[in-house]
């Protein structure tokens, strides 16, 4: 009876698997803050994509390790970069079967661990940024992303690529757009798998949002739309069903939720510990992001969760 009159109902291909590929290993690499979640190499990659696919999951996101960093993060952009690299390979093995979304960012590529291009003063400049942006768009469209995804809360970042995207004939690559990002706690585990750390302790909160903030993710989410976003994303999850609630009604476009590291290693950390029952905190966790309104779930538990009878 509960099943049968059940509300919200989490599926498979709501999902959408995070996926690290890191430059220059041979084996995969763990990583010890998000025990299950591994540091890939092209091979292992190839492997869990089709497993994926497999098992039902439609869509991963591919973020890319570099072997070597610099100011500006050229690796972002570099058509040999290794998330380019990954994604030719992957768009060759798996066509239009999985969607292949790419994380556009450049903190796993620049040197100071900045999401940005800085100034003299150190600060980041948002518009200098915003032309690396455009080029790591280009880059990842040109290797076969179906999906971009800027996840680096530059000002305008949506409307520059969209623009940059068309110019280069990717008309029909879409935007999947980090509207509300918060500056959260939690993404700690997250910089340890792309080996990211903010040089002279510094933080994010320049570009990120203020956690007391709930209607400025609308405004951000607003403007995101005006300019082209096609599914529009709010970060983390748990901690933001309010938003996620918020959003989902004010458009009609699809919502997605990332539920992020500190997320994930919180319940993994307490399950080891014998403190909460693994299996049924992610359920729950992940059902309640859905029920606030998200259409697609960004998780680290989507391959686990394909493999549930329920999945
Ligand atoms: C930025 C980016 C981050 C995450 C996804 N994209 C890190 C940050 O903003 O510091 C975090 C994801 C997670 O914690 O799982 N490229």
Redesign the pocket.
């Known amino acids: 009876m509960r099943d049968l009159v059940a509300e919200t109902r989490l599926h498979t291909s709501d999902l959408v698997a ?1 996926l690290f590929v890191r430059e220059g290993i041979t084996s995969p690499q763990p990583i010890a803050s998000l025990p299950g979640v591994v540091q890939h190499s092209l091979d292992s990659l190839s492997r869990e994509v089709a497993d994926l696919a497999r098992l039902g999951v439609r869509g991963v996101i591919l ?1 890319g390790v570099p072997a070597t960093k610099d100011e500006t993060g050229s690796g972002a952009h570099d058509p040999a970069g290794i998330a380019q690299v990954a994604l030719a390979r992957l768009r060759a093995e798996v066509g239009d079967s999985m969607v292949l979304m790419a ?1 556009l ?1 450049v ?2 590529y620049t040197s100071h661990g900045h ?1 940005g291009i800085l100034d003299a003063t150190g600060d980041v400049d948002n518009d200098l940024t915003l032309d690396v942006y455009c080029r790591a768009a280009v880059a990842q469209a040109d290797a076969g992303a179906h999906v971009v995804a800027p ?2 809360m530059m000002d305008g970042q949506v409307g520059a690529i969209r623009a940059a995207l068309d110019a280069a004939g990717h008309t029909g690559t879409a935007i999947m757009a ?1 509207s509300a ?1 918060y500056a959260s706690g ?2 700690g ?3 340890d798998a792309v080996d ?1 750390q903010i040089t002279g302790g510094g933080d ?1 909160k320049g570009y ?1 949002q203020d956690w007391r903030n709930a209607r400025e993710s609308l405004r951000e989410v607003r403007e995101d739309i005006e300019q082209g976003a096609d599914i529009v994303m709010v ?1 983390p999850a748990v901690t933001y069903l309010d938003v996620i609630s918020q959003v989902r009604a004010a458009t009609d476009l699809p919502v997605a939720a ?1 539920h ?3 997320e ?1 290693s919180m319940i993994k950390a307490a399950a080891a510990n014998g403190w909460i029952d693994h299996d049924a905190v992610a359920m729950e966790q992940l059902t309640a992001v859905k029920r606030a309104g998200a259409d697609i779930i960004l998780t ?1 538990f989507a391959r686990w969760f394909a493999e549930q009878p329920t999945g």
């Open positions: 995070p973020f994380d960012c903190d796993e999401c996840s680096g980090y990002k939690l993404y585990p997250f910089r990211v994010r990120q970060k990332y992020v590291s500190g994930y680290y």
